[in-house]
């Protein structure tokens, strides 16, 4: 882009501002979070942020059921991981006494 169109460009948003400024409507435009710069549909910044803005411009209540319903999904992945470890580390446990059992009971009839 050459030097006069770009010149020309800033100098109709500066009269756009101004007129705007200049207006006597009362009606703001919310300002979105981030404005310096693009993200990508596809990254984990660009689902967070989407994320964070649609929290902060939920009501008062929502936000509380929002919250609380993260907290018991939260809690009950968490109960779930837990459960799954535990039962991991009794099927170890199980599988051991049944091979030392083998070895002592039916392997050490044979010889």
């Known amino acids: 882009m ?3 169109t770009q010149e020309n460009l800033n100098e109709y948003r500066l009269q756009k501002l101004v007129t ?12 979105p979070i981030l404005t310096t710069y693009k ?3 596809n990254g984990i910044i660009y689902h967070t942020v989407k994320s964070m803005n649609w929290f ?3 009501p008062v209540i929502a936000k509380l059921v929002v919250v609380i319903v993260g907290f018991c999904v939260s809690f009950a992945m968490l109960q779930a991981a837990l459960k799954l470890i ?3 580390i009794s099927m170890a446990l199980l599988a051991g006494l049944v091979y030392l059992g083998y070895n002592f009971f039916v392997a050490g009839n044979n010889s």
């Open 2 to 4: 050459n030097p006069q």
């Open 20 to 31: 705007q400024i200049d207006s006597d409507s009362a009606e703001l435009a919310p300002l």
């Open 39 to 41: 993200l990508k549909n």
């Open 56 to 58: 902060y411009h939920l």
């Open 86 to 88: 535990a039962s991991v």
